[in-house]
């Protein structure tokens, strides 16, 4: 079946730093991916669609130069936290459509193991 | 964007079935009802989805109501292991990003 990686899985930084995350998929080609951000004890909240070969769309209040997305290939897609802050710390999670997966499983999401970033 | 509603949290015990409703009384006709569940520290994996035809797979059964405003996931022998939150998600033939609700959290007694 289709599978997303992520990585790192977990990332401590000090503050003003800023990290990158990585999310692959392994055995498609993903043309869409997801970002998501989800605190403690909260719901998944979706921060970006990521497009391959084009600039990413970000959902309202999320600033678009603090998290950089870069979709360069049709299997990877990176988010950069820049210049972290204790209040960006948190579960990050990527996911992608396998669009061969037929018509009716064409809407279906693989999501990555996430990774938790904790800003010091 | 169609909403679902859920219960907040659900108790079962092991071996036995859990049935988790889920309520979406403005679902339109080319929306898919979806199925997601996040395991502690995971991220979420796709159960199962649907129209308007109950569907079985080795992980679960849907049951969708006839008027398809409400819908029920069930798994049939609860194990430690399927303790998570489940999420219902309706997803349109024209949507492209799947959003996530507060879910049901499923607890599994040993």
């Known amino acids: 079946g289709a599978v997303v990686s992520q990585h790192p899985s977990w990332v401590i930084c000090k503050s003003g730093t800023s990290v990158k995350i990585e999310c692959r998929s392994l055995d498609f080609q993903a043309t869409t991916m997801f970002w998501y951000r989800q605190f403690p004890k909260q719901s998944l909240m979706l921060m970006a669609t990521s497009n391959e070969g084009s600039k990413a769309t970000y959902e309202q209040g999320v600033e678009k130069d603090k998290f950089l997305i870069n979709h360069a290939s049709l299997t990877l897609s990176t988010l950069t936290v820049t210049s972290a802050h204790p209040e960006d710390s948190s579960f990050y999670i990527c996911?992608?459509?396998?669009?061969?997966?037929?018509?009716?499983?064409?809407?279906?999401?693989?999501f990555g193991a996430g990774s938790r970033l904790t800003v010091l | 964007d169609a909403k679902t509603t859920q219960p907040n949290s659900m108790e079962s015990n092991e071996e036995e079935p859990v049935h988790l409703p889920c309520n979406h009384s403005t679902i339109s006709g080319t929306d898919y009802i979806h199925w997601y569940r996040q395991l502690p520290s995971q991220g979420p994996e796709y159960v199962i989805h649907g129209l308007t035809s109950n569907v079985n797979n080795r992980m679960a059964s849907l049951a969708i109501a006839e008027d398809r405003k409400s819908s029920t996931l069930i798994l049939h022998r609860a194990t430690l292991r399927d303790a998570a939150v489940y999420y219902c998600?309706?997803?349109?033939?024209?949507?492209?990003?799947?959003?996530f609700g507060a879910g049901t959290t499923v607890t599994v007694r040993a």
């Open positions: 996911s992608a459509r396998d669009r061969g997966r037929g018509l009716t499983g064409a809407n279906v999401l693989t």
């Open positions: 998600i309706l997803f349109g033939s024209n949507d492209y990003k799947l959003s």
